[in-house]
DNA sequence: ATTACTAGTTATCGAGTAA
DNA sequence: TTTACTCGATAACTAGTAA
């Protein structure tokens, strides 16, 4: 019998919503294919296919018919559901690219040490950094291209704040871990030149005395990403 | 932008698939086209509209290309998950139907009283049934239909048993509910005529009598149905 | 090896309509 | 009202092939 086409996957669905999984329910081809924005024919149609398939039962008496989900059909999604959900739950979140330290002062070194931040990462990130930033420049466009949808995601939030004569924006902070060994945060600011091949790290260490490292030196970098959605 | 076509589905998890969540992966349209199912070309052309609606990124150096999906591209196959998790999880686990009191002796009546069977009661039921069972006649073909379908499910299993003569067969229970009061198990009997159109009960009450209920008499029957598939 | 174009095929869809 | 047919339009796909 044939698989299940993925074009029925909302037909199906949507008997499923009805209640149709133990119990005939009522659904009219035209209701149907309202709810799959579809027409009535291809509503109609599709209610062939899967009955052929095997995916559902239907009872016709004059021009009324009763649908049911077979237990086939049931499994069917139940199926793709889990695979769906294995996929979204076991993938990785994190992002890993490799660079190599710059000297280039990060725009965000003077500012990362000023008390409006200073005090924010203690309470949020649990220390106050080492003072200045590690920059790292990024070689391969793939990296920095992932790089720049990290904004997307939340991080840890430090709040903007003024001391009276300015403000200063919002700092989003990506626990993230260099060379597999130092445990750092990379930070996006809100008022940045938006040049993704450098990217910045604060940490509670001295990065580059930590990992006896200099100028120019390749690091391997891992970013971990926290999705904020249910 | 475009709506995520149900045919992109299953291109967009396999890329998810491949670790494309965050970082860029190597795909080629050869693979994806065999992992679809889909041509070489197909896949291509899947590439270019899912790249076009902003669900992935792709970046090509040379003949080969990187892929990563978008957080978009994320969103749209979570949100889809949930919908399926939801109503896959909230689809009532029950059948519900009507029928009459019938007094055609049940093919369990007799059976059921045997100590191979009533032993197994006892332990997996928590009882042992009144003598005799209640049988219900359906008249409407949707529900016969339905109840048809029980088969598939797994139910409380009473194992077969031999008396040295001759083998007894399985029987499988489901909970069940009569006019929302009474609490009994319908029965599918291994050795049986198949005739869905009369369903047997057994219960810990003398049904007819706590209802007080008689021939012909109207009933409403609740079945539960456990899935046993994770 | 790649990706992706063009051209031809098949699947899917919707309008019109019958029953 | 319903369901579902025919048929023409469009979308999706594959084969062949170029780059």
Known sequence: MADLKTQHLLT???????????????ITTTSLGKEIGKSQQSASLHLKELELGGFIE????????????????????STLNNLLSKLISKSPNSLTFTGTITSGMGEGAYYMSMKGYTKQFKSKLGYIPYPGTL????????FSE??????????TKISPFSDG????????????????????????????????????????YNIRKSLKISEKSNVKVKISILDNFS
């Open 12 to 26: 199906l669905a949507h008997i499923l919503s009805k209640g149709g999984k133990h119990n005939f329910v009522n």
């Open 58 to 77: 239907r009872i016709q008496s004059g021009r009324k018919q009763s649908i049911k989900i077979t237990h086939k059909g049931f499994v069917e999604l």
């Open 135 to 142: 920059n790292v420049q990024i070689k391969e466009k793939k």
């Open 146 to 155: 992932a790089i720049s949808q990290l904004s997307n995601y939340e991080g």
């Open 165 to 204: 004569k300015r403000t200063f924006g919002w700092v989003k902070c990506f626990k993230s871990k260099i060379n597999n060994k130092i445990d750092c945060e990379l930070i996006l600011l809100e008022r940045t030149h938006h040049d993704t091949t450098i990217v910045e790290f604060i940490s509670k």
